[in-house]
Nanobody
Framework: QVHLVESGGGLVQAGGSLRLSCAAS????????MGWFRQAPGKEREFVAC????????DYADSVNGRFTISRDNAKITVSLQMNSLKPEDTAVYYC?????????????????WGKGTLVTVSS
């Protein structure tokens, strides 16, 4: 079992930055790929970024590539999402996700564990 708790959401102006963190519990955290998804009002949940268990592989949605950076610290059992150059269209609830499969983590249906989410609001 993996329990995920997000933090770091809030209100920021367009062009600003935020850093989201996800604290994970569970002795098997190090064997899981981790990721972030988001869901804007009235829209489906979508993939944002993921990172392999070792941190050696990362992937991003085209919409955030070059602006967001995902990282993990297996010693502290955390995964982070640094978000720069934020846009109003980045406004959403951001969810931390975990799965044993790095490939499966890129789809909503492939996720084994979800956090409860943290709200990010970007004002224009």
């Amino acid at each position: 079992q993996v329990h995920l708790v997000e933090s770091g959401g809030g209100l920021v102006q367009a062009g600003g930055s935020l850093r989201l963190s996800c604290a994970a519990s569970g002795r098997t955290f190090r064997s899981y790929a981790m990721g972030w998804f988001r869901q804007a009002p009235g829209k489906e949940r979508e993939f944002v970024a993921c990172i392999s268990w070792s941190g050696g592989s990362v992937d991003y949605a085209d919409s955030v590539n070059g602006r967001f950076t995902i990282s993990r610290d297996n010693a502290k059992i955390t995964v982070s999402l640094q978000m720069n150059s934020l846009k109003p269209e980045d406004t959403a609830v951001y969810y931390c996700a975990a799965d044993r499969s790095y490939i499966a983590l890129k789809t909503v249906d492939g996720v084994d564990y979800w956090g409860k989410g943290t709200l990010v609001t970007v004002s224009s």
